[in-house]
């Protein structure tokens, strides 16, 4: 439902200061300039205007020997004017004119959803949650500049900039992002690497003098990306240490950078990397940043539930329950046998699974990767009764359909490409090196654009499909308009959120994937737009292990495609238990990638209960509040969910390889209610629990999975802990062969004297 904004114009000599979900953002509007934030991180209560006014006084560095006379004031924009040195937000020229522009603030306003909540007292503006707009222009530069400062109840900053041009010769934009300051104690760095089948790699450095910039070139996010860029205390994990992060909302041309510079200032910001010449503003023309995500913290665990909590309560997020799904690529590949796949239907409807995704080769000339991309329907060849005949198959199992497509894609052996030679994204004269034997289509071209949409549609609305797996399998490079030689990925990334947007708007109860090479397309810019995202090609549960651990960072659960690998992975090549297979892909919005009609029945009757176990608990996984135990060994991984109001847990203990000793040793759980009792149950699927293999007999082991379980495990009914003793005291972990896991349940007691 849409709230109601009220809107409050104030003065342009004033402090604002906005304080919701336990974060503080204190602004300083002082003489007109360009906002400089004085404090944002932990809330700093009520704040008088003497306080706000003294506080931006603390915040501006006292005068230094052979820097300039007046103090350098860090605003927003990264302002030359100001003596800031690190990198600007903005760079751009009009024909070698205008490149450091001063913009004077004209106006400001508050929106917010309850006018009441805003209060003004001597130039002090607070609010809770709410947007500071603010309008500033440079008369002698023709440039207005638009910026947006929001704090969500969630405690979450989004900043976005707009920036026009109101001269009539054209202003060339190089670059255009905004800049969040960092605390002085702010100086270790984590961020994230990676590649195509290993997404989402952490990484972590001191943060010295000089800066630290990660850049994507691919036109899209990237199996590389920095993901969410954090600098805090040194040390911090999931549970303890300040943070600060930063993330771009944005699948195209990226840049993220921390830095710390010789004055002692440091800042971190994020912009759009811009071709030369790809953005010319004429006369009234703009651009606008992605939004920029700041996400403060204390431990990363408490850093991700403000963006999980975000991302909930966004209107267009996912609400009914995730459907179990299963892909059939890794049973069939190109291979579309119609008898086989309605056998795989049938074999997915006996385990309970809710929706079927049929992938690539369904479509023109697509036999193999060689061809086919761009001519969007459905082959007579492998298709001569059409996929209605499946789709109805499926759809009478009470089962959901879904459909591959890779719309911004072309193979040069295609229809569309034969006769449209010049929708493909090149440089002029000459064709980029192809990857997977393809090439881009721009869908900047409206006739493109036109094209694979008009052909979209004529599917969709042919067919019962309720969900689209949308791939995006190969790099943007040398991405140029063949129609006016420029280069072309700033306008590509727009298109491709149009189409999808516009999808969205003719078929409302659509669902989209973002899968990009697997996850190089995993970003809060495309999430406006889809309702999960594809984690990684490589479903292999040893390496899923690690990129669920990260990957939700930023998402929650709900939005990680996350399935059952076959027994011999796809990727890796490695063979691993259908216990440990189906336990990592419990955790996130589960599914199956495997051939079903090569599993007997002992293998069905697990991956059942699996199921059965996933959908009990669903509600708990994809609502409830991310816990990840910092580690005191690194061959056991602890992790789990905990409802809202700390009633319900679902915890996983993860043997990841052999521990150094034996026993493992005590953990502790976190993120429960320390004043409540809990009842405690072992509810992994495929253990039957007996008394003959209780932890009271030393030397016994559970058969198939030669465990030994220390004497507290619940293993032939609950036990009972409090909150304080499993958080603090802590319990023997099981000593588990490496790659299996347990999942623990725990449900609080009724409070003492409660009815």
Request: net charge negative; with cysteine; hydrophobic share 40%.
């Amino acid at each position: 439902m849409t709230q109601h904004a009220e809107q409050l114009n104030i003065n342009t000599q004033c402090h604002v200061h906005l304080n919701s979900g336990d974060v503080s953002v204190l602004i300083d509007l002082g003489e007109q300039q360009l906002p400089s934030i004085v404090h944002w991180g932990a809330s700093l209560g009520q704040v008088s205007a003497a306080q706000a006014t003294t506080l931006a006084k603390a915040n501006v560095n006292h005068f230094t020997a052979n820097n300039q006379d007046l103090p350098v004031r860090t605003d927003i924009l990264g302002s030359l004017h100001a003596g800031w040195s690190g990198r600007p937000g903005l760079s751009g020229t009009r024909v070698g004119q205008n490149w450091s522009p001063k913009f004077t603030l004209t106006s400001a306003s508050l929106n917010s959803t309850n006018e009441r909540q805003i209060c003004i007292t001597d130039g002090l503006v607070s609010a809770s949650a709410a947007t500071l707009n603010i309008v500033a222009v440079d008369s002698h530069s023709n440039l207005e500049l638009t910026v947006d400062i929001e704090l969500t109840t969630q405690g979450v900053v989004r900043t976005r900039g707009t920036l026009r041009n109101t001269a009539s010769e054209a202003y060339q934009v190089h670059e255009f992002g905004l800049i969040l300051p960092l605390p002085t104690h702010a100086a270790e760095i984590l961020d994230f690497a990676g590649h195509w089948g290993k997404e989402r790699v952490p990484q972590r450095r001191e943060l010295t003098i000089g800066t630290h910039m990660r850049e994507n070139r691919k036109g899209r996010t990237g199996a590389d990306a920095a993901y969410v860029l954090n600098v805090g205390e040194p040390g911090f994990d999931f549970a303890n240490g300040e943070l600060w992060g930063l993330h771009l909302g944005y699948s195209g041309n990226q840049r993220v950078w921390a830095e710390k510079l010789y004055d002692g200032n440091r800042a971190f910001g994020a912009s759009e990397i811009l071709a030369p010449g790809e953005i010319e503003l004429a006369r009234g023309e703009t651009i606008s940043t992605p939004w920029i995500y700041g996400i403060y913290g204390v431990g990363l665990d408490e850093q991700a539930h403000r963006l999980h909590s975000w991302l909930r309560g966004r209107p267009s997020h996912p609400k009914r329950a995730r459907p179990v799904t299963l892909n059939v690529w890794e049973a069939v590949y190109f291979n579309h046998d119609e008898t086989k796949l309605k056998q795989l239907a049938d074999r997915a409807a006996e385990l309970g699974v809710e929706r079927y995704v049929l992938d690539d080769g369904w479509f023109g000339s697509r036999r193999d990767d060689t061809s086919g991309l761009g001519d969007w329907t459905v082959s007579p060849e492998v298709w001569p009764q059409g996929l209605n005949t499946l789709i109805d198959h499926v759809t009478s199992l009470g089962m959901e359909f879904g459909l591959w497509f890779e719309p911004e894609m072309v193979n040069i052996d295609s229809d569309v490409a034969r006769e449209h030679p010049e929708w493909i994204m090149a440089p002029a004269g000459r064709l980029p090196t192809e990857s997977r034997n393809q090439q881009v289509l721009n869908l900047a071209i409206d006739e493109a654009y036109a094209h694979v949409r008009d052909q979209m549609v004529a599917v969709l609305e042919a067919h019962n499909i309720a969900y689209i797996k949308w791939d995006h399998n190969r790099d943007l490079l040398e991405a140029g308009n063949q129609l006016t030689g420029k280069a072309s990925v700033h306008a590509q990334t727009l298109a491709a959120y149009r189409l999808m947007a516009e999808l969205k708007e003719r078929f409302p109860e659509l669902e989209i994937e973002s899968c990009s090479s697997g996850g190089a397309r995993v970003d809060l810019g495309v999430l406006e737009f889809t309702d999960r995202v594809w984690v990684s090609d490589d479903i292999d549960p040893f390496e899923r292990q690690q990129m669920h651990r990260w990957t939700q960072q930023l998402i929650p659960a709900e939005l990680m495609g996350s399935h059952v690998a076959s027994g011999a992975s796809h990727t890796t090549h490695r063979n691993h238990s259908l216990h440990y297979r189906a336990g990592t892909a419990f955790w996130g919005h589960m599914g199956i990638e495997w051939d079903l009609t090569q599993a007997d029945p002992e293998d069905m009757k697990e991956l059942r209960a699996w199921i059965e176990a996933h959908k009990a608990h669903r509600d708990l996984l994809h609502n409830g509040r991310l816990v990840r135990v910092d580690q005191f060994d690194s061959s056991l991984d602890i992790h789990g969910v905990v409802s809202q109001d700390k009633t319900e847990a679902i915890f996983a203990v993860v043997s990841l390889a052999l521990a150094d000793t034996d026993p493992v040793g005590k953990f502790r759980f976190t993120g429960l209610d320390e004043s409540l009792d809990y009842e405690i149950l072992d509810i992994t699927p495929g253990f039957e629990a007996s008394a003959e293999y209780q932890g009271r007999h030393p030397q016994s082991a559970h058969r198939e999975l030669n465990m030994r379980l220390p004497g507290w495990w619940p293993v032939d009914g609950p036990v009972t802990l409090s909150g304080a003793g499993l958080s603090k005291a802590g319990v023997f972990s099981p000593w588990l062969n490496p790659e299996s896991l347990r999942i623990l349940h725990l449900r609080a007691l009724p409070s003492k004297g409660s009815k």
